[in-house]
């Protein structure tokens, strides 16, 4: 019995995933509203993040800071043949940026910026068809980045930096509790239990940037991100509510036993992808040689085949998923256009490839290729103080999923109790989200 209990939670873990929606892309609402294109451009307190070699346009001392707030939705129609339709909980995500930079000779140049570049989540309705694999996951990651940039040539400068992460972790989901009956031959279920894993981690990592300056209007940058090993280490907790129920005393110790487990201390490893960055931005002059108009594109590869499994290990077990995501990319296009001494307007496209095979994709944080497009907005308050404003709508294309190894069922003898119910997570994920970005900078 005790055998039967402890497989089934380990069955249970192996189909958790991070998912590849916890990349955050939107640190500055400037860069937002041209798409993000602004690895070549890098002219205000955010290329600390995008371009930290662009400080070296900062003559003085600048100050920027801000958030972006996301309103992510999505439903999940299945699985098949099921056409059950579940959706997301409303919620809201704040990421913060925060960003300071400083001439300290007219070569060299210091800054620092605090933001966050993984995160969100997800909080499925209660009760939902997926609720054995998911109910609630967070992932939120704090990024210091100390960085330097020296001006090699008049043209080129150069930078590196560090970079500091402190990261926490939060998945629950919902298992079934499936025992023998006292005195009967056949298993039955005693309801659900409800598993919550929590850990924290603190890692370390490095920037280098490259800026060219090629013309008066032509400029190139190239940056890199290293990757960041993080080991959370947290506790899980199991909880079994049998308000009501009418379970004979012999099935509690042998529950509670495979519950404890699974529950105390655990650690899991997780390696972020390297990213690197390659952007070009072009500036128009009018008649009276102001730049009135901008342009801009970049090119993001993201190294997610650093995303192989996901382990997780207890005092006297563990569990392992294979994920083996694949590198994947990112394109946009922006626009800046001087409109009045006061105001400047902006716009922008991206498209985001997902990295997730169709085999592999599970409700933790659901993703698909996506189209995002962009508007933004300056007010230049006085001579040192402005206010940036962006707008992004972020489509995601429509996936259906034909050919999911993801169980919604993971326990492996809930086939034997209900051997018609899925056995595979197919169905179609449609999801969206709105994201605003409000940005305020001060220059001294």
């Given at each position: 019995?005790?055998?039967i209990?402890t497989?089934?939670?380990?069955?249970?873990f192996?189909s958790?995933?991070?998912?590849?929606g916890f990349q955050?892309n939107e640190?500055?609402a400037r860069?937002?509203?041209m798409?993000g294109?602004f690895?070549?451009?890098?002219?205000?307190?955010?290329a600390v993040?995008?371009n930290?070699?662009?400080?070296?346009?900062l003559?003085?001392t600048h100050?920027s800071?801000?958030s972006?707030?996301?309103m992510?939705t999505?439903?999940?129609?299945?699985?098949?043949?099921?056409?059950?339709v579940?959706?997301?909980?409303s919620?809201?995500?704040?990421p913060i940026?925060?960003?300071?930079?400083q001439?300290?000779?007219p070569?060299?140049?210091?800054g620092?910026g605090?933001?966050?570049?993984w995160?969100?989540g997800?909080?499925?309705?209660?009760?939902?068809?997926?609720?054995?694999m998911a109910i609630?996951t967070?992932?939120r990651?704090?990024?210091?980045s100390?960085?330097?940039a020296y001006k090699l040539?008049?043209?080129?400068?150069a930078a590196v930096?560090?970079?500091?992460f402190y990261?926490?972790?939060?998945i629950?989901?919902?298992?079934?509790v499936?025992a023998p009956?006292?005195?009967v031959a056949?298993?039955?279920?005693y309801?659900?239990a409800?598993i919550?894993?929590?850990?924290?981690?603190?890692?370390?990592?490095?920037?280098a940037?490259l800026?060219?300056?090629?013309?008066?209007?032509l400029?190139?940058?190239?940056?890199?991100?290293?990757?960041v090993?993080?080991?959370y280490?947290?506790t899980?907790?199991?909880?079994w509510d049998?308000t009501?129920?009418?379970?004979?005393?012999?099935v509690?110790p042998?529950v509670?036993a495979g519950?404890?487990?699974f529950?105390?201390?655990?650690?899991a490893p997780?390696?972020t992808p390297?990213v690197i960055?390659?952007?070009?931005?072009?500036?128009f002059?009018?008649s009276c040689?102001?730049?009135?108009?901008t342009l801009s594109?970049?090119?993001?590869?993201?190294?997610?085949k650093?995303?192989?499994q996901?382990?997780?290990t207890?005092a006297?077990?563990?569990s392992s998923?294979?994920r083996e995501y694949?590198?994947?990319?990112?394109?946009?296009?922006g626009?800046e256009?001087?409109?009045?001494?006061?105001?400047?307007?902006?716009?922008g496209?991206?498209?985001?490839?997902?990295p997730?095979?169709?085999?592999?994709?599970?409700?933790?944080?659901?993703?698909?290729?996506?189209?995002?497009?962009n508007?933004?907005l300056?007010y230049?308050?006085?001579e040192n103080l402005s206010?940036?404003?962006?707008?992004l709508?972020?489509m995601?294309?429509?996936?259906?999923?034909t050919?999911?190894l993801?169980?919604?069922?993971p326990?492996?003898?809930h086939?034997?109790?209900s051997?018609?119910d899925?056995?595979?997570f197919?169905?179609t994920y449609?999801s969206?989200?709105?994201?605003?970005?409000l940005?305020l900078?001060?220059?001294?």
């Open positions: 019995m005790k055998k209990v497989l089934f939670f380990l069955v249970m192996v958790q995933s991070f998912g590849s955050i640190h500055g860069a937002m509203g798409g294109a690895t070549g451009l890098a002219n205000d307190p955010s993040y995008f930290p070699a662009g400080i070296v346009q003559k003085g100050f800071i801000g972006t707030l996301i992510p999505s439903q999940f129609t299945g699985p098949d043949p099921l056409t059950t579940s959706k997301l909980k919620a809201v995500f704040t940026n925060f960003y300071f930079t001439e300290l000779t070569d060299l140049y210091v620092f605090v933001n966050n570049p995160g969100l997800t909080t499925w309705e209660d009760g939902w068809a997926g609720k054995y609630e967070e992932i990651t704090f990024n210091f100390p960085v330097v040539t008049n043209e080129l400068s930096g560090f970079n500091l990261s926490d972790v939060l629950a989901k919902s298992i079934e499936i009956k006292p005195g056949s298993l039955f279920k309801g659900d409800k919550s894993m929590e850990g924290d981690k603190i890692g370390y990592g490095f920037n940037a800026f060219y300056q090629a013309t008066k209007s400029s190139f940058g190239l940056s890199f991100k290293s990757q090993k993080l080991e280490k947290g899980a907790t199991t909880t049998t009501g129920s009418n379970i004979h005393p012999a509690y042998v509670n519950l404890k487990r529950s105390g201390d655990i650690s997780l390696t390297m960055q390659f952007g070009t931005a072009y500036k002059y009018n040689n102001e730049n009135n108009l594109a970049d090119f993001q590869y993201n190294g997610w650093s995303y192989e996901l382990e997780v207890f006297d077990t563990f998923s294979v694949k590198n994947s990319f990112i394109g946009r296009l626009a256009f001087v409109a009045s001494e006061q105001f400047t307007v902006r716009g496209l991206l498209y985001d490839q997902n997730v095979k169709d085999e592999k994709l599970d409700p933790t944080l659901p993703d698909a290729d996506r189209i995002g497009i508007i933004g300056s230049k308050i006085t206010v940036d404003f962006a707008y709508y972020l995601f294309m429509e996936r259906t999923i050919t999911s993801e169980k919604p069922y326990n492996k003898y086939a034997l109790l051997p018609s899925p056995t595979v197919n169905g449609k969206s989200a709105h994201l605003i970005g940005n900078n001060y220059a001294l």
